[in-house]
């Protein structure tokens, strides 16, 4: 195998006193993170959306292939495209797609087949998974555990994003191949979500059964 180049790598040296209140101030912060359905149409800096998607960059991934595509939407026109799609497929979602059992679960939450928000929200960021490409995008090269890798990237992005006040939505209509021709994305990539962004509206609310999270002891095991 072919020797490959190394850089020095190093972390603040902090106490353990240090580590653990920084943990548990990024805890709490994200805790206070809610799914949220109600925007305003109040502007954020296009600076704040390009800041969370280098976060969402630097994110592991296979082979160091990077294989994510943000792309940010502000265009009325544009949002007000993929509202419509959006919602025909959520039309026959609610109408006979979805299971009984699904829907059921769906109604302590309050979703419907409306996506309003996906006009009225100032940013969407529709992320894309490139099955091929590699670091040159070049559509042939085969990218590794892609899924996974755009899943962690999705994750800092979220994070990113309520750091900066922002509230945040993944919407997943399905299916969602309109979103890569709306957006002139190429074949290989396979749209995952879209991230909705920005501040909620005066009157937003959210689910009270979304505040019900699992506790540590019943998501953790301790070997």
């Known amino acids: 195998m072919q020797d490959h180049e190394t850089l020095p790598y190093s972390l603040p040296d902090l106490s353990d006193e240090e580590r653990i209140a920084r943990a548990g101030a990024l805890r709490d912060r994200l805790k206070e993170r809610r799914s949220c359905r109600f925007f305003s149409d109040a502007p954020v800096p296009r600076e704040v959306i390009e800041a969370a998607i280098e976060a969402a960059g630097s994110a592991p991934n296979g082979a160091n292939h990077q294989p994510w595509h943000f792309a940010v939407v502000s265009s009325p026109a544009i949002k007000r495209a993929i509202r419509e799609a959006a919602e025909e497929e959520e039309r026959a ?65 979220i994070a990113t994003l309520n750091e900066a006040g922002l509230s ?28 909705v962004a920005g501040l909620p509206s005066a009157d937003a609310t959210v689910p009270k059964r979304a505040t019900v999270k699992k506790p540590l002891s019943q998501i953790s095991s301790w070997l």
């Open 93 to 157: 979602f609610y109408s006979g797609k979805a299971s009984d059992e699904w829907l059921q679960a769906l109604t302590p939450l309050g979703t419907d087949a409306d996506k309003g928000f996906l006009e009225t929200a100032p940013w969407l960021i529709v992320v894309f998974a490139q099955r091929k490409g590699g670091i040159a995008e070049d559509g042939v090269t085969q990218n590794y555990y892609v899924t996974e890798s755009v899943g962690i990237a999705c994750g800092m992005l």
């Open 168 to 195: 945040t939505l993944t919407h997943t209509p399905s299916p969602m191949g309109f979103l890569r021709e709306i957006c002139g994305r190429p074949d290989h990539e396979k749209p995952l979500m879209i991230v």
